[in-house]
């Protein structure tokens, strides 16, 4: 099983990224998928998550409408498009095999989001 996340960069204040979270080895179909972000020196945060079940989507409040999160079956990927990036938002974002990080079996290497001007 391996989930390859990118996308990440350096941005300025405002503008956008989108993150890919391509699996294999398992299925969307099977999984809710989580978004998670790590800033140094601060704990692990929730960021967004999208189920297998109904395609319900949740974020966390200091991302809503913002961010959102989106699936493709056809290339068991989810995306996280980040808009209005705030330099608060730099961190290193993970995706995992769950919406709540203690639950995930599965978990992406990180990609890094850098957003100064």
């Known amino acids: 099983v391996q989930l390859q996340a990118s996308g990440g960069g350096w941005v300025q204040p405002g503008r956008s990224l989108r993150l890919s979270c391509t699996f294999s080895g398992i299925t969307l179909d099977n999984y809710d998928i989580g978004w998670f972000r790590q800033a140094p020196g601060k704990e692990r945060e929730e960021v967004s998550c999208i189920t297998h079940s109904n395609y319900r989507t949740i974020y966390g409040d200091s991302v809503k409408g913002r961010f959102t999160i989106s699936r493709d079956g056809a290339k068991n990927t989810v995306y996280l498009m980040m808009n209005s990036l705030k330099p608060e938002d730099t961190a290193v974002y993970f995706c995992?095999?769950?919406?709540?990080?203690?639950?995930?079996?599965?978990w992406g290497q990180g990609t890094q989001v850098t957003v100064s001007s």
């Open positions: 995992a095999s769950d919406c709540f990080a203690g639950s995930a079996d599965y």
